[in-house]
Nanobody, 126 residues
Framework: QAQLVESGGGSVQAGGSLSLSCAAS????????MAWFRQAPGKEREWVAT????????YYADSVKGRFTIAQDNAKNTLDLRLNSLKPEDTAMYYC???????????????????WGKGTQVTISS
């Protein structure tokens, strides 16, 4: 059974950086894709970034492209997200997710992910 645990969240000022990590266990090596999502109070869950099983193919939401970097650390068995040049609008609960089924068109959709972590809070002040 896949299990995901996020860490690294916290409070930082605008313009700062933060590194999030998602420790994964169970079926992680057979994942078709892994992704980060975020959700602010009163808003729908938003897709942030996705990395596919080849470890090379990556996609980012327009709102974070150029500022965030997604990567997988095989040695530590983690999914990481580096957040740079943070803005107040980046404030949200950040979740990591995994999809094992090899089907196209689902790795950027919340409904397409099969396993979820409980999230880590990121708060950016002006």
């Amino acid at each position: 059974q896949a299990q995901l645990v996020e860490s690294g969240g916290g409070s930082v000022q605008a313009g700062g950086s933060l590194s999030l990590s998602c420790a994964a266990s169970g079926y992680i090596h057979s994942a078709y894709c892994m992704a980060w999502f975020r959700q602010a109070p009163g808003k729908e869950r938003e897709w942030v970034a996705t990395i596919y099983s080849d470890g090379v193919t990556k996609y980012y939401a327009d709102s974070v492209k150029g500022r965030f970097t997604i990567a997988q650390d095989n040695a530590k068995n983690t999914l990481d997200l580096r957040l740079n040049s943070l803005k107040p609008e980046d404030t949200a609960m950040y979740y990591c997710a995994v999809r094992r089924s090899r089907s196209p068109g689902y790795c950027r959709l919340s409904a397409g992910m099969e396993y979820w972590g409980k999230g880590t809070q990121v708060t950016i002040s002006s």
